[in-house]
């Protein structure tokens, strides 16, 4: 059965989302006939030697993409979304009459600080919410006797990114669902890692965690076994029947990164793409990013047309060039042009035209 890519879409959904076309179609083969077992990678124990080695590699090679192999972390991937990262967080970390600090920049962080409620005192140190989070908080102080740290480094709703994180001897947990391999940090300055994999690693059903070992363990409570880091660590991320599928995927995605060069060619592939976005945005009339120029994602592109009237024709133009998932979430309106680590250049180029198309059409 071919295929017929011709049809393929220039695809800016948020999430879950694109992923590299290599990888769909090994991931495919994969399905019918894996490791040329005669099994399909659907139908096989977990604990069988092939999906071991799967989940070995992909632990391994996740802690290596972000440069923290060997300096006391484990990664592990696990169920329930970066939704249950929300309140395993404060399960492990935040200790009984503890407190732990947050930073409100989207919505996605005002829900992570919803869970927290319900352990113990949390802290918003600032948020960005009256601007309709249109903008990364700054200026704040972390009090020094919080159990932790909370941040949200990319919000993929309103399209903002965090560019500098906060020196502080608190342990820093960070949500990377929606930029997560796409730049080059010094990951050791974080202690606790989630990121959901279907904006920016795999498909929706697993969520990466890499976690800094000697935090966990010290905060007192009793913890369900599903929701107790420790556990999960010591089965090697087979505490129970893991997402089979969604972490061969994710496999395929970081093997993709690591043959493009890693982490760091990635980002100049990401910088190059956002540019040229973000150029266009600023040059063309018709029109205006919706994010603090300072603070803008490079992963999610998010802007408006300055007259409504034009949203028709710009509708129809798009859809026409063969263009998917570009409308914004409904609480920024406009467009949300999601620049994920697989999309290329090419069909980043296919909106921008479209874009300049407008400009000579009305
Ligand atoms: C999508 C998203 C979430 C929610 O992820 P689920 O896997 O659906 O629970 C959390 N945080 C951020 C930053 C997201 O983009």
């Not at 802690?63 to 696990?78: D, I, M, T």
């Not at 970066?82 to 309140?87: E, G, I, N, R």
């Not at 409504?308 to 129809?316: C, E, G, L, R, V």
């Not at 467009?335 to 999309?343: F, V």
Request: net charge negative.
């Amino acid at each position: 059965m071919e295929l017929n890519y011709t049809m393929k879409k220039h695809n800016y959904s948020a999430g879950p989302s694109i992923l590299p076309q290599e990888v769909f179609e090994k991931a495919s083969k994969a399905i019918l006939n894996f490791n040329d077992s005669g099994l399909s990678i659907l139908e096989i124990s977990h604990r069988s030697k092939d999906f071991v080695a799967v989940m070995e590699e992909a632990r391994s090679l996740a802690l290596e993409l972000l440069g923290l192999q060997g300096k006391g972390y484990q990664a592990l991937f696990l169920q329930g979304g970066a939704s249950t990262a929300f309140l395993m967080a404060p399960y492990n970390l935040m200790k009984e009459n503890g407190k732990a600090a947050y930073l409100d920049s989207g919505t996605w962080a005002a829900a992570a600080i919803k869970e927290a409620k319900l352990f113990g005192e949390t802290i918003t140190i600032a948020s960005s919410k009256e601007e309709n989070y249109n903008n990364i908080p700054k200026g704040y102080e972390i009090p020094a006797d919080a159990d932790y740290f909370h941040c949200t480094s990319n919000n993929t709703i309103f399209g903002t990114q965090m560019k500098d994180f906060p020196v502080t001897n608190v342990p820093v947990v960070c949500d990377m669902s929606s930029d997560i391999f796409s730049r080059n940090l010094d990951y050791s300055k974080f202690d606790l890692i989630y990121a959901g994999a279907q904006k920016n690693m795999g498909p929706a059903g697993t969520t990466l965690v890499v976690i800094k070992e000697e935090i966990l363990g010290k905060n007192g409570r009793t913890i369900p076994s599903m929701l107790d880091y420790a556990k999960h660590i010591k089965a090697e991320s087979m505490y129970n029947t893991p997402p089979v599928f969604a972490v061969y995927v994710s496999l395929l995605t970081l093997q993709w990164i690591k043959e493009k060069g890693g982490v760091a060619a990635i980002e100049k592939l990401n910088d190059a793409k956002a540019a040229l976005l973000y150029a266009e945005i600023d040059r063309n009339p018709l029109f205006k990013g919706a994010a603090a120029v300072e603070d803008r994602s490079k992963m999610n592109v998010t802007f408006l047309l300055n007259n409504p009237d034009h949203t028709a024709t710009f509708d129809a133009m798009w859809k026409e060039a063969n263009i998917s998932g570009l409308p914004g979430h409904r609480s920024v309106g406009g467009y949300r042009a999601s620049i994920y680590n697989a999309m290329p250049i090419e069909s980043v180029q296919v909106l921008v035209d479209v874009m300049k198309a407008l400009e000579s059409k009305v």
